[in-house]
């Protein structure tokens, strides 16, 4: 059985609750005020059940111009609307706003009503379609069924219901693939049971016991029961209107605005990036004014940032970034409104892009994949997704920046990979765009060739220092699982210690062929005494930029580096044949023992001996050194 969500919409006192009664038997209007004043002020909702068995949630909505706040999150959830009109009065300027409000929120389907006929003389009734027609024309309803009804004798209601039928089975599936949204319109305790909150599921499941989340404040609750239509269910899907019993929050703490959602799924935010469309009747709207905006069933003041203009015209389109002033609950795709904050009067509206990135004014490229975001199934948002990420995505990641289950895309990324669209690193497991992917590869070892130009006696570049320079917003464990793709690829060699390009050849011009026999030459006349670099440096004349090639030296084993010292690698051998030797005589060498040895003194002997304890031909027993494995006596 199919669930459909049903919104009234019309100018205040023309019959919309006087009509849902007719319809349901239910009177909607609920609170003592509304009973006191005789006029709808908040949200009402009853259940209808259509000759063609759909199942249908009817939102009525407040018509008073004051209230319009209340109408706006009621019908941000309606699958079609009934545009009330009163005989009596005809088009009225609540009447009008509605219909914009509709338009903008992209209701697609729906009918006219024309209520309290029992009013009307039959010329009067004609002048009043007439101008209905005049009033929709050019909007989604111009084309829509135009039915007279009276909620006192009953009068075109069998009419009015097989036409909602009609136009009801037309009406999309929602995404039950996607994570659950529900927007709260209302929150309540019920004695014995707790806290309930409502509102219409916009996409994917609710189920009862499962662990949720009540955004913008993040708070964590549980699914202790769900309703349909009063109904006790354990599952409720897409489209229907639903009353969740929640764990772990107090009625008092939940406000109209807030999302019951997964965990971690909807970050609340401050900022969205969105098209916008400026009503013709509207006045001109400047970059930086000062807005009210209503998204899901949440009010937020804030700025309208124009991304393509400096001003708008009424009647033109166009994007802004929407600065709130506290967090909000927004997602792409959600449709919005904009009224202004004086005189509070509605002035446009559009769809919600993007939450994430960060886009300048009148930026070419940012205004292109915004209109791709705009066009973008499913499939391709996972891509745009992709391609507009610094760094790779998680499958959780980019799940919940698509809205659908893990599943879900993990399917599309399997198509995306195929078409070899997308590249994926071993561990974490990540995913980027084939264009990133190159952008970062082109990058990386342009970075590389850069460096080496710059330092060309180095033989690695250091890995840490790559990584912040090239992908500053990726974490280690990422970059080393980009670094084995780019190995793969035979684009880098990867060592433990650094970088190097394929294929590089590390050879020495005359310069620096002489600098290197006069070090070797220095350093084996130094013999067991060997100066600093610094002063090895000094004392040829040379200046730190040498220090790269003492390093390839080292690299090479024609110097060894052991401490803060460096010696020559004859000297080196040396002293390992003169333990060795020693050894051979006695299983026990003291470190006066060694010093004496070698002829020199603490300073440069105990280095030593820890790098043979280092290299594992020495263990150390106390202060004094045993051979690490007694059968290399033999040298």
């Excluded at 039928?165 to 929150?187: F, G, K, N, W």
């Excluded at 707790?194 to 499941?205: Q, R, Y």
Aim: charged content about 25%; aromatic content about 6%.
């Amino acid at each position: 059985m199919r669930h459909l969500v049903l919104g009234t919409a019309g100018h205040i006192d023309h019959g919309k609750t006087a009509l849902v009664k007719a319809l349901t038997g239910v009177d909607t209007d609920r609170l003592p005020e509304e009973k006191a004043r005789g006029i709808s002020i908040d949200l009402g909702f009853a259940s209808l059940t259509l000759p063609g068995g759909e199942r249908v949630s009817i939102v009525d909505v407040p018509g008073h111009e004051r209230f319009l706040k209340n109408m706006l999150a009621g019908a941000t959830g309606m699958d079609a609307v009934l545009l009330v009109v009163a005989a009596d009065e005809g088009v009225m300027p609540q009447t009008r706003e509605h219909l914009d409000v509709l338009q903008l929120l992209q209701v697609a389907r729906g009918m006219v009503v024309i209520t309290k006929v029992d009013l009307a003389e039959a010329e009067w009734l004609e002048l009043v379609e007439e101008e209905i027609r005049q009033l929709v024309q050019g909007s989604f309803l111009e084309h829509a069924p135009v039915v007279e009804v009276s909620a006192v004798t009953g009068q075109g209601l069998d009419l009015l219901r097989s036409s909602l039928s009609q136009i009801l089975r037309d009406v999309p599936e929602r995404d039950r693939e996607a994570l659950p949204r529900l927007p709260v319109d209302r929150a309540f305790a019920v004695a014995g049971f707790g806290t309930v909150v409502t509102g219409t599921l916009h996409c994917g499941e609710l189920v009862v016991g499962e662990k949720l989340e009540l955004v913008p404040p993040a708070i964590p609750v549980r699914v202790r029961g769900l309703e349909v239509h009063g109904s006790a269910v354990d599952r409720a899907g897409p489209g229907q209107r639903v009353a969740a019993n929640l764990a772990g929050v107090g009625w008092g703490q939940v406000e109209r605005g807030y999302v019951l959602t997964w965990p971690g799924f909807l970050q609340p935010v401050r900022t969205f990036t969105a098209s916008f469309q400026l009503l013709k009747g509207s006045r001109p709207l400047a970059n930086g004014a000062r807005v009210r905006v209503h998204v899901g069933t949440a009010e937020v003041m804030g700025r309208a940032i124009l991304l393509d203009a400096d001003e708008l015209a009424p009647g033109a389109g166009g994007h802004l970034r929407f600065r709130a002033d506290r967090p909000m609950a927004a997602f792409p795709g959600d449709r919005y409104i904009v009224r202004l904050s004086s005189p509070v009067i509605t002035i446009g509206g559009g769809t919600v892009l993007d939450t994430t990135l960060r886009y300048r004014r009148l930026d070419p490229s940012g205004l292109s994949r915004l209109e791709a975001l705009a066009r973008a199934t499913p499939g391709e948002r996972l891509f745009l997704e992709l391609e507009g990420s610094k760094s790779p995505l998680t499958l959780t990641q980019l799940a919940m920046r698509c809205g659908r289950r893990l599943p879900v895309v993990e399917r599309d990324l399997g198509t995306l990979a195929e078409a070899s669209q997308v590249v994926v690193l071993d561990d974490p497991r990540a995913y980027l765009a084939q264009s990133v992917y190159h952008r970062v590869a082109l990058n990386l070892t342009g970075y590389l060739h850069e460096y080496f130009r710059k330092r060309p006696y180095k033989r690695l570049c250091p890995r840490e220092e790559t990584r912040q320079r090239c992908c500053p917003d990726w974490d280690g464990r990422t970059f080393n699982a980009l670094l084995r793709l780019l190995q793969a690829d035979g684009r880098v060699i990867v060592h433990d210690d650094g970088l190097e390009l394929p294929g590089r050849l590390l050879e020495l011009d005359a310069h620096a062929r002489a600098t290197r026999e006069r070090l070797l030459q220095l350093y084996g006349a130094a013999g067991f005494s060997p100066p600093t670099i610094n002063e090895a440096l000094a004392g040829l004349g040379l200046g730190e930029d040498q220090l790269d090639l003492v390093e390839l030296l080292v690299s090479r084993d024609d110097l060894v580096k052991v401490g803060d010292l460096i010696y020559h690698g004859e000297a080196v051998e040396r002293a390992r044949q003169q333990l060795l030797a020693h050894f051979q005589v006695k299983p026990l060498l003291t470190p006066g023992e060694f010093r004496d040895l070698l002829g020199t003194s603490r300073k440069y002997s105990m280095p030593l001996l820890a790098y043979f304890d280092a290299i594992r031909l020495t263990r150390r027993v106390g202060d004094d050194r045993v051979l690490y494995r007694p059968d290399l006596t033999g040298g």
